[in-house]
């Protein structure tokens, strides 16, 4: 008897998402037995959810935002028997239902769920805490701590790229130190964006082109704080090219360690707590997904 629940955060940006749970409800019913919905009150009560009641279900479901979809696969991603994830999009920027290829629109975002396509995605791991989209120090920092919610909630994700242009005029350089197997980095940086996911404030920007099961996380680093510079990275979407000159760095690798002085507030799915030093590990498809329309 197949069992799904809706793990629904009401406070998400969409003000809709409650009046819809009736027509959302009954589409699964065509595919699930039981179809249970808890509403999340406070910060953390999905995860404390999925870590009572996640061997209950065939599916858990994720209704909110990209800060209730980060909480939910951190309590998922370390269980031993996970079962399938799937978004449906109720924020402002939902990234990475994006990455996934969902409607944002929920009513047709619950048609793809039921049409029941599964993808192993690859989840990035920074100590005991998990990540689908991005993990990034520096700028992207900045720019998370100046979005103004008001503003965010009007604008969406224009927000992001206006509150970019704000967080670069007088930001310092740190000093940067990368090791991985593939390349090593001992410099001063602005910017250091590690990517698991092809979207950042809900567009397809520094890297358009990431895989999600290949194991590898793509990673861009700007050493000089540029207007210019910075723009153009950030303009990777219109182009899908990265810009040249030696401030850019880019390549892949699985894992890396990075220590940067003075220690940098970590932006982790933009979720802001840790510091530097940290390592990080991509854990290859560790994820079963159902997704929407993929190329």
């Given at each position: 008897?197949?069992?799904?629940?809706?793990?629904?955060?009401?406070?998400?940006?969409?003000?809709?998402?409650?009046?819809?749970?009736?027509?959302?409800?009954?589409?699964?019913?065509?595919?699930?037995?039981?179809?249970?919905?808890?509403?999340?009150?406070?910060?953390?009560?999905?995860?404390?959810?999925?870590?009572?009641?996640?061997?209950?279900?065939?599916?858990?479901?994720?209704?909110?935002?990209?800060?209730?979809?980060?909480?939910?696969?951190?309590?998922?991603?370390?269980?031993?028997?996970?079962?399938?994830?799937?978004?449906?999009?109720?924020?402002?920027?939902?990234?990475?239902?994006?990455?996934?290829?969902?409607?944002?629109?929920?009513?047709?975002?619950?048609?793809?769920?039921?049409?029941?396509?599964?993808?192993?995605?690859?989840?990035?791991?920074?100590?005991?805490?998990?990540?689908?989209?991005?993990?990034?120090?520096?700028?992207?920092?900045?720019?998370?701590?100046?979005?103004?919610?008001?503003?965010?909630?009007?604008?969406?994700?224009?927000?992001?790229?206006?509150?970019?242009?704000?967080?670069?005029?007088?930001?310092?350089?740190?000093?940067?130190?990368?090791?991985?197997?593939?390349?090593?980095?001992?410099?001063?940086?602005?910017?250091?964006?590690?990517?698991?996911?092809?979207?950042?404030?809900?567009?397809?920007?520094?890297?358009?082109?990431?895989?999600?099961?290949?194991?590898?996380?793509?990673?861009?680093?700007?050493?000089?704080?540029?207007?210019?510079?910075?723009?153009?990275?950030?303009?990777?979407?219109?182009?899908?090219?990265?810009?040249?000159?030696?401030?850019?760095?880019?390549?892949?690798?699985?894992?890396?360690?990075?220590?940067?002085?003075?220690?940098?507030?970590?932006?982790?799915?933009?979720?802001?707590?840790?510091?530097?030093?940290d390592e990080l590990e991509n854990v290859r498809q560790h994820l079963a997904v159902l997704v929407g329309d993929l190329?």
């Open positions: 008897m197949p069992r799904a629940v809706i793990i629904l955060n009401p406070a998400a940006g969409k003000s809709a998402m409650v009046d819809q749970m009736d027509r959302i409800t009954d589409k699964l019913r065509l595919r699930y037995d039981e179809v249970v919905v808890y509403q999340t009150e406070a910060a953390g009560d999905g995860a404390a959810y999925i870590q009572r009641h996640a061997a209950e279900f065939d599916l858990i479901i994720g209704f909110g935002g990209d800060g209730t979809i980060h909480e939910l696969i951190n309590a998922l991603c370390p269980l031993a028997e996970r079962p399938l994830f799937a978004i449906l999009p109720g924020g402002t920027c939902n990234d990475f239902s994006r990455a996934i290829g969902m409607n944002q629109d929920p009513l047709l975002a619950v048609e793809q769920i039921l049409v029941g396509r599964v993808k192993h995605v690859d989840v990035g791991r920074s100590g005991s805490r998990y990540f689908l989209n991005f993990w990034g120090i520096g700028l992207i920092t900045l720019v998370s701590n100046n979005i103004d919610s008001d503003q965010k909630e009007r604008l969406g994700k224009l927000s992001y790229y206006i509150s970019a242009a704000q967080s670069i005029t007088g930001f310092e350089p740190f000093s940067l130190k990368i090791t991985s197997a593939d390349f090593d980095y001992d410099n001063t940086a602005c910017l250091l964006v590690i990517s698991n996911g092809a979207y950042t404030g809900g567009m397809r920007t520094f890297f358009p082109e990431t895989d999600l099961e290949d194991g590898l996380f793509d990673v861009l680093i700007i050493k000089e704080t540029s207007m210019e510079l910075a723009w153009k990275a950030i303009q990777l979407k219109l182009t899908g090219e990265m810009p040249e000159g030696g401030a850019v760095c880019y390549f892949k690798t699985n894992k890396l360690s990075i220590e940067a002085s003075p220690g940098q507030e970590i932006d982790c799915d933009g979720e802001i707590g840790d510091r530097t030093p190329p």
